[in-house]
């Protein structure tokens, strides 16, 4: 319903077509391949790839579509780890819908679209975890035990020790939940 009435609104905008509509991720890459549309709106949280990795796919594979991610995350960890996947605009869902069409135009036209309060945000405060330590603590966070980490991810169970010990220790927490319910809270997850 959100993503129709989304839809409905930017066409009401005279300049602007909707050439395509996806219900996950992994839909949206494959119509983003097909149509090469000029500009994809994405969440972040989506079924089957989050919209921070539809960024990072879109950037890999060389294609010239520029991402505007729009979420209702209000956090300036997710904020830098858009913008590092390739994002050119991060807006949240609370603003006014004129300013979606304007951000649209901007990215368009080869400029940023970013909420400029958490972008301020965003570089007070750097994410301190790796890649790899992010992927494990994600993990952990939902529940997974060292072992089934370490066969999911390809690594040993000893390596997953080290990255869970070392993210654990980066982010002050006391344990593995105390620091994916951190490093979620800061959208560095």
């Given at each position: ?98 300013d979606l069409a304007a951000a649209i135009?901007r990215v368009h036209a080869g400029g ?78």
């Amino acid at each position: 319903m959100v993503l129709g009435a989304l839809a409905a609104l930017l066409e009401l905008q005279g300049d602007i077509e909707v050439v395509a509509q996806a219900p996950d991720g992994r839909a949206a890459l494959e119509a983003t391949v097909e149509l090469e549309p000029d500009v994809l709106v994405a969440d972040i949280e989506m079924p089957h790839m989050t919209g921070l990795e539809l960024a990072a796919a879109v950037r890999e594979r060389g294609l010239s579509v520029r991402v505007i991610i729009l979420t209702t995350f209000a956090r300036a960890g997710y904020l830098r780890r858009a913008l590092d996947a390739g994002a050119s605009g991060y807006l949240l869902k609370d603003a006014p819908a004129g300013d979606l069409a304007a951000a649209i135009r901007r990215v368009h036209a080869g400029g940023r679209a970013i909420d400029p309060e958490l972008a301020a945000e965003a570089w007070s405060e750097p994410d301190p975890l790796t890649d790899r330590e992010r992927q494990v603590l994600r993990l952990a966070g939902l529940g997974l035990a060292g072992p089934a980490i370490a066969a999911e991810l390809g690594l040993s169970e000893g390596t997953v020790r080290n990255y869970l010990s070392e993210a654990i220790s980066k982010l002050g927490a006391s344990n593995r939940v105390e620091a994916a319910r951190i490093a979620r809270d800061r959208g560095w997850l």
